[in-house]
């Protein structure tokens, strides 16, 4: 009798858990079906009734078009290439600064614009507007390149601006002088036609970004810090339009940097004792630094996706996508697991999924049969957003668990603090409205830079930094970045003058619409 109770009661129990279970998966697949059938973040956008403003229409002529196009040629022609924070083209950076005073006269002489050399070579401009409440913003690009040497395989000298195809050629094309020539091309336009803005705004232009921006950003902010200046938002370069890149989306897709990756550069040491190679120890100086490093290879930082800017991405894309991808992207709080472990697969994603570790540099030995004494490595890290400098270094060293490997920091930062990208956010929601009216087959989303932007010094002078130009990329194109072909189409470059004219104007409303969501939170 007692055997027959206990497992009657086992019997019950069990049907009690898988009942329970099953209400619990069929209510977690209601939920995920019905945010899968209703998330269109976009949609709440072309819903609103946006304060008007008579905004200059934004056609240009042919010669005016052939004009725009002369000019930022002339830009890639010069070569204003940073080698090292000591090593800068500064004849190349002076001739650059004749060639903006050529090529936007209106620009440099307008009573409305206020000009100054910052570091002398970098460019800080000041446009006021007429309503002195609404707060300015800023507008940040690079006049500096990193090196291109046409030995490499360039398909065009590096510094000709060949035309190839319908594209222009050359280093600085999509980093980042594209962005210098239209934010100042778009302003000569409306200044041309009578254009005085309602919200004042500032333009950065560095002159040492592909160093670390050290001496144009950084003394651009402490100028505007001691005159107690604060922004609405900052826009740097950083994130595209991609097409076609995003494997199983329809359509193209605008990412906007809402964060960027925080970097640290570690340096790994063992010293021993010197010797003769004839008589070795069972380890070496470089035998335990290698099996240190083969450690941190072996074991990367933890899975970090989800937790990160990353989850917004896939979730405002999700609608794109056909099922069963639009199920799973749309639900990020009950799938990213498992996306996380798909996209570790590949070097290219698995950036976006933790803190990456890079061994870049291994030194050691003089001789060939003498045993070193000291056996270094650097390693190169890059922090992902919800981690901190100070948690790697302490996973670095756990990971490493061998007292001997000695650990300096030789440089390192925290990931930049997530902008917002709510529909209360300003900055954010002037952008989408901007490359959407533009290219209305685009879906705009926030995203993550895991490269670093002269707009990180910026942090103290505003909480929101956006990191976003509408350069069209297309598969291979990112390769391009840094690498060899770098290039732009003569369309493309039109549309960023056109996406800074009508940005500029955008940004004279007053207050965004009120909101009308039917995002969900979970």
Not at 17 to 25: C, E, I, Q, T
Not at 90 to 98: G, K, P, V
Request: proline share 5%.
């Amino acid at each position: 009798m007692t055997d027959h109770y206990t497992k009657f009661r086992v019997v019950k129990f069990v049907k009690i858990v898988s009942f329970s279970l099953s209400f619990v998966l069929l209510v977690l697949f209601v939920i995920a079906t019905v945010r899968t059938l209703t998330l269109d973040v976009n949609a709440d956008l072309q819903l609103a009734h946006w304060e008007k403003t008579n905004n200059i229409a934004s056609d240009l002529i042919s010669e005016h078009r052939e004009e725009l196009l002369d000019h930022f040629k002339e830009a890639v022609r010069i070569p204003t290439v940073s080698t090292t924070e000591t090593q800068l083209n500064t004849s190349a950076l002076r001739e650059f600064d004749h060639l903006l005073r050529r090529v936007f006269p209106t620009v440099f002489s307008s009573k409305l614009v206020h000009h100054e050399m910052v570091a002398n070579y970098s460019h800080l401009f000041w446009v006021p507007g007429s309503n002195p409440a609404l707060m300015p913003y800023m507008l940040l690009a690079h006049i500096d390149v990193v090196p291109a040497l046409e030995s490499d395989g360039w398909e065009a000298p590096p510094f000709s601006a060949k035309e190839i195809d319908g594209f222009i050629y050359g280093r600085g094309t999509i980093d980042n002088k594209q962005a210098v020539m239209a934010i100042l091309q778009a302003l000569e336009y409306l200044l041309m036609k009578g254009y005085a803005p309602r919200r004042g705004f500032y333009i950065g232009l560095g002159h040492d970004e592909e160093v670390s921006g050290y001496q144009g950003a950084m003394n651009i902010v402490r100028v505007l810090k001691k005159r107690g200046v604060q922004l609405a938002f900052v826009l740097d370069e950083g994130l595209a339009v991609l097409d076609g890149v995003i494997s199983g989306l329809r359509g193209p897709a605008a990412l906007i940097g809402i964060s960027e990756k925080g970097q640290a550069t570690v340096k790994l040491s063992v010293f021993t004792v010197p010797g003769h190679s004839s008589m070795p120890p069972r380890e070496s100086s470089i035998g335990i630094l290698a099996a240190a490093v083969r450690r941190l290879e072996e074991k990367p930082m933890p899975r970090m996706f989800g937790l990160g800017p990353e989850r917004d991405t896939f979730e405002q894309l999700a609608h794109k996508f056909d099922f069963p991808l639009k199920f799973i992207m749309s639900n990020m709080w009950l799938f990213s697991p498992i996306i996380g472990r798909f996209m570790e697969r590949r070097p290219d994603t698995n950036a976006f999924v933790r803190t990456t570790t890079a061994v870049t540099m291994f030194n050691s030995g003089v001789k060939v049969n003498v045993l070193p004494s000291q056996a270094e490595a650097y390693v190169n890290l890059r922090i992902h957003s919800s981690q901190s400098l100070q948690e790697i270094l302490e996973l670095i060293q756990w990971t490493v668990g061998d007292e001997r490997v000695k650990m300096e920091l030789v440089h390192g930062f925290d990931p930049v603090r997530v902008s917002s990208s709510d529909e209360t956010s300003f900055g954010f929601q002037i952008l989408k409205k901007t490359v959407m009216d533009m290219f209305p087959q685009v879906t705009v989303a926030p995203g993550i830079c895991i490269g670093n932007t002269d707009s990180r010094h910026y942090t103290e002078l505003t909480k929101d930094i956006y990191r976003f130009s509408p350069t069209w990329f297309k598969p291979g194109d990112a390769q391009r970045f840094h690498g060899i072909n770098e290039r732009i189409s003569k369309k493309n470059y039109e549309e960023l003058v056109m996406f800074f004219f009508n940005l500029i104007q955008n940004c004279d409303i007053r207050k965004l619409p009120p909101p009308h969501s039917t995002s969900h939170e979970l």
